[in-house]
C-alpha cells in the first residue's frame, strides 16, 4: 500500500469517526452538555498526556510550554474549542444534528472569510461567489427558522478560528490538545467538584456503564485527532479539503434519517445554496492546486 493511499485511509477514518460523533453524545445521557464537555476535558488530557509519554514526545510538549506566544495562542485555542465541543455537544443532545452538520458544512467557507480579515488575504472570483451563496443560504434559514442558525454559526466560526490560532501557533495536533486541556482542566475539574458535591453529577450515580461511556469520552476525542495527524503528514491538502465533507454529510443523514428532523423545503434550499458555494469551493481550490503544480514543474531548477 503506498503512502498516500495509507493517508488518504486514515483521512476517511478521521472523519468518519467525526461523522458518527451523534450516536455517541447521546449515550451519555441523563449528563448534561456541560459535565458531558468537563468529562471531555478531563479524559482528553488523561489520554493525550498517555500517549505522548509512551511516544516519548513529552520534550516537544514542554518546548510548546515554555514558548509564552505559543502558549497564549494555544490557551485561547483552548477557550474557542471548548465553545465549539460545548455547542456542538448541546446541539447533538437537544434534538438539533442537522444544524450541527450546517456548521460544518459551511466552516470551509468561513475559514476561507477569517484569512481574509485577519490574514488579508485574496479572494478569488469563485470563493468570493461561495461565500455569498452561504450569506445567503444564512439569510434563507434565517427565515425558515424565524432566527439566525446560532448553532450552526458558532461551530462554523469557532472551530475556523480554533484553526486558525492553530495554525499560527505552529504546535503539533497531540500537544497543542494536551496544553489545550491543561488549560481548561481547573474550569472542568471545579465543575465537576461542585456537581459532585451538589449530589447532582452522574459520573457516580448512573452505573458503571455509564461512567466508562464518560470516561471514553477521552478516547473518542483522541482517535481521530490521531488519524487526521496521521493523514496530514502523507495526502494533499486537497484530498483532506476532499475529505472534510465526510463528517457533515454523515451528520446530515444521521440527523434526517435515524434522528427523524424535519427538513422542510425551504431549510433544505438553504442547504442546497452551502452545497453550491461548497462545490464552487471545492472545484477552485483542486484547479488551483492543479495550477500550482504546473507552475512548480515549468520553473526553472
Same mark, same amino acid.
Request: charged share 10%; hydrophobic share 55%.
Given at each position: 500500500?503506498?503512502?498516500?493511499?495509507?493517508?488518504? *485511509?486514515?483521512?476517511?477514518?478521521?472523519?468518519?469517526?467525526?461523522?458518527?460523533?451523534?450516536?455517541?453524545?447521546?449515550?451519555? @445521557?441523563?449528563?448534561?452538555?456541560? @459535565?458531558?464537555?468537563?468529562?471531555?476535558?478531563?479524559?482528553?488530557?488523561?489520554?493525550?498526556?498517555?500517549?505522548?509519554?509512551?511516544?516519548?514526545?513529552?520534550?516537544?510538549?514542554? &518546548?510548546?510550554?515554555?514558548?509564552?506566544?505559543? /502558549?497564549? #495562542?494555544?490557551?485561547?485555542?483552548?477557550?474557542?474549542?471548548? %465553545?465549539?465541543?460545548?455547542?456542538?455537544?448541546?446541539?447533538?443532545?437537544?434534538? #438539533?444534528?442537522?444544524?450541527?452538520?450546517?456548521?460544518?458544512?459551511?466552516?470551509?467557507?468561513?475559514?476561507?472569510?477569517?484569512? %481574509?480579515? !485577519?490574514?488579508? @488575504?485574496?479572494?478569488?472570483?469563485? #470563493?468570493? !461567489?461561495?461565500?455569498?451563496? +452561504?450569506? %445567503?443560504?444564512?439569510?434563507?434559514?434565517?427565515?425558515?427558522?424565524?432566527?439566525?442558525?446560532?448553532?450552526?454559526?458558532?461551530? &462554523?466560526?469557532?472551530?475556523?478560528?480554533? &484553526?486558525?490560532?492553530?495554525?499560527?501557533?505552529?504546535?503539533?495536533?497531540?500537544?497543542? /490538545? +494536551?496544553?489545550?486541556?491543561?488549560?481548561?482542566?481547573?474550569?472542568?475539574?471545579?465543575?465537576?467538584? !461542585? /456537581?459532585?458535591?451538589?449530589? #447532582?453529577?452522574?459520573?457516580?450515580?448512573?452505573?458503571?456503564?455509564?461512567?466508562?461511556?464518560?470516561? /471514553?469520552?477521552?478516547?473518542?476525542?483522541?482517535?481521530?485527532?490521531?488519524?487526521?495527524?496521521?493523514?496530514?503528514?502523507?495526502?494533499?491538502?486537497?484530498?483532506?479539503?476532499?475529505?472534510?465533507?465526510?463528517?457533515?454529510?454523515?451528520?446530515?443523514?444521521?440527523?434526517?434519517?435515524?434522528?427523524?428532523?424535519?427538513?422542510?423545503?425551504?431549510?433544505?434550499?438553504?442547504?442546497?445554496?452551502?452545497? *453550491?458555494?461548497?462545490?464552487?469551493?471545492?472545484?477552485?481550490?483542486?484547479?488551483?492546486?492543479?495550477?500550482?503544480?504546473?507552475? &512548480? !514543474?515549468?520553473?526553472?531548477?
Amino acid at each position: 500500500m503506498t503512502v498516500t493511499r495509507r493517508g488518504t *485511509l486514515y483521512g476517511a477514518g478521521a472523519y468518519l469517526l467525526w461523522g458518527l460523533f451523534p450516536l455517541y453524545w447521546p449515550l451519555l @445521557e441523563p449528563s448534561g452538555s456541560l @459535565e458531558v464537555l468537563a468529562h471531555r476535558i478531563l479524559w482528553s488530557l488523561a489520554v493525550v498526556v498517555a500517549l505522548l509519554a509512551v511516544t516519548r514526545r513529552l520534550p516537544q510538549l514542554r &518546548a510548546a510550554v515554555r514558548d509564552r506566544r505559543r /502558549l497564549a #495562542q494555544i490557551s485561547l485555542a483552548a477557550v474557542v474549542i471548548a %465553545v465549539n465541543w460545548g455547542t456542538y455537544i448541546y446541539g447533538v443532545t437537544s434534538g #438539533q444534528v442537522v444544524e450541527t452538520s450546517l456548521g460544518y458544512f459551511v466552516n470551509p467557507i468561513v475559514t476561507v472569510l477569517l484569512g %481574509v480579515i !485577519v490574514l488579508r @488575504e485574496r479572494l478569488r472570483p469563485a #470563493q468570493w !461567489v461561495a461565500l455569498g451563496a +452561504a450569506f %445567503v443560504a444564512v439569510v434563507v434559514l434565517t427565515v425558515e427558522n424565524g432566527r439566525p442558525p446560532w448553532i450552526a454559526l458558532t461551530l &462554523a466560526f469557532s472551530f475556523g478560528t480554533y &484553526a486558525l490560532l492553530k495554525k499560527t501557533a505552529g504546535v503539533g495536533a497531540v500537544e497543542g /490538545l +494536551a496544553i489545550e486541556t491543561a488549560v481548561l482542566l481547573p474550569v472542568a475539574a471545579t465543575y465537576l467538584l !461542585v /456537581l459532585g458535591a451538589g449530589g #447532582q453529577s452522574t459520573f457516580g450515580s448512573e452505573g458503571v456503564g455509564h461512567a466508562l461511556l464518560l470516561a /471514553l469520552s477521552g478516547v473518542v476525542t483522541a482517535v481521530p485527532l490521531l488519524l487526521f495527524g496521521a493523514a496530514a503528514s502523507r495526502v494533499p491538502l486537497t484530498t483532506l479539503g476532499l475529505l472534510q465533507y465526510l463528517a457533515p454529510t454523515m451528520q446530515f443523514l444521521l440527523g434526517v434519517t435515524l434522528f427523524d428532523e424535519p427538513l422542510p423545503v425551504v431549510r433544505l434550499l438553504g442547504f442546497m445554496l452551502v452545497w *453550491l458555494g461548497l462545490a464552487l469551493f471545492t472545484l477552485d481550490l483542486v484547479r488551483h492546486h492543479r495550477r500550482q503544480l504546473r507552475l &512548480a !514543474v515549468a520553473a526553472p531548477a
